[in-house]
């Protein structure tokens, strides 16, 4: 207590910290972690996210991919002409609208994301290291709950906007 002024920190007991404020220091963490390792190899953490997801699913626009990294299409943007300047994506016309540019992967792409998988696994291993393999499936299915209904409320949200 300073001067005789009790402030409602002091008052009240802190609690657990919410669920919000872990997962967010978890992010920070592991994009710290990634950011090191994936340096070495010319690559941030959101540039080998847009790799993986191109991985994943194949060609995508530039707003394809920019929701699908969960990033502002203008910052996919710059992105994608960076990662086709490296010559790891190359973008093609869609077939049916030549307009629309498809951003994928290339072999040079590949490989790089295949060079990559040793440093990743690594980060990821020791995430897990202390779970048994039932708390990793726990685990695992709580996270994917969190981004599913996060992502119901997003998608809610935005419909009503509209």
Do not use: W
């Amino acid at each position: 207590m300073m001067g005789g002024v009790s402030t409602s920190a002091e008052q009240q007991p802190a609690g657990p910290p919410l669920t919000l404020y872990l997962v967010k220091r978890l992010e920070l963490a592991i994009r710290a972690l990634l950011d090191d390792a994936l340096r070495p190899v010319g690559l941030t953490t959101l540039q080998y996210t847009a790799l993986t997801v191109l991985d994943a699913s194949g060609a995508l626009s530039s707003a394809q991919l920019a929701r699908r990294s969960f990033l502002r299409p203008q910052t996919m943007h710059e992105m994608v002409l960076a990662l086709e300047k490296r010559g790891l994506i190359a973008r093609t016309p869609k077939p049916d609208n030549r307009r629309v540019l498809l951003a994928g992967l290339t072999d040079e792409g590949r490989a790089l994301l295949a060079g990559c998988a040793p440093a990743v696994a690594e980060v990821e291993d020791a995430l897990l290291a202390d779970l048994s393999p039932g708390q990793r499936a726990t685990f695992r299915e709580g996270l994917q709950h969190g981004v599913l209904a996060l992502g119901a409320l997003s998608s809610h949200r935005r419909s009503q906007e509209g």
